[in-house]
């Protein structure tokens, strides 16, 4: 409960926080460029821009998801129930907010930290993984490059959304959240038969790729063993997400 409590009272001071600390370590990204600059790298927006969707673009789609659904608005149920393992009697909403077992506390406290956590942990591996452009990059380094800024900005920007609809308890989070799932491990497949295709990868770029993309994967497939049997089958999730006891 006092994670919870903390992550609502002190969201803007976390949001200012990652601001700064992100912006940071961008800077020191751009002063090491993979090529040497033509200008100077804050005087083209294209030295600029990414890394400012980096950082601004995972607390744009935070504070957009917070707007759509403001605090302690009632939202309706899907018409379509999708989990249906276990047996269940439906609530009132108004009776499951009475509940014990409702709200953002315990192991559902943990999930929300880790969803949090995707970002600056998707970061900084884009970070120390992929230098700056410069001006004189080749046309397979300017692909990769793409492809990885793509990664890091969409995946930031979901589990981001995600995290706002779980602060917010809507209904549909535990779906939305399994939806972001298989796009991650769907743009990590995706990025790997990109650069596949693209010629002139020097192998060890290859190589040093191909182990990122695997432990990303890995870390998907993880949290989907740890926490889809915990979305489905939690008192706590039914009661709060779905509005439903067990019967």
Known sequence: MALVLSLQLNLQRI?????????????????????????????????????????????????????????????????????????????????????????????????????????????????????????????????????????????????MFAFAMALRMVPLFPRFLAMVWAVDLMAQVGIAQFVARVGDVPPAVEMALADLLSGNVKKVLISVALWLPYLLLSERVNITFRNRVSA
């Not at 970070?127 to 930031?156: C, E, H, K, Q, R």
Request: aromatic share 12%.
């Open 15 to 159: 949001v200012g926080t990652w601001i700064l600390i992100a912006a940071f370590a961008c800077g020191l990204r751009l002063a090491f460029p993979a090529t040497p600059y033509a200008d100077a790298p804050w005087a083209s927006g294209l030295g600029l821009l990414p890394y400012m969707l980096v950082v601004g673009a995972p607390v744009g789609t935070l504070l957009l998801g917070l707007k759509l659904f403001p605090a302690g608005r009632l939202h309706a149920q899907p018409g379509l129930r999708l989990a249906q393992l276990g047996r269940w009697r439906k609530v009132d909403c108004l009776e499951a907010r009475e509940m014990s077992q409702f709200g953002l506390y315990g192991v559902m406290a943990s999930l929300l930290l880790g969803i949090a956590l995707n970002v600056p942990v998707r970061t900084l591996e884009f970070l120390s993984a992929v230098p700056a452009l410069g001006s004189y990059a080749p046309t397979w380094f300017i692909s990769l490059y793409a492809v990885m800024l793509a990664d890091v900005v969409l995946l930031s920007c979901l589990y």
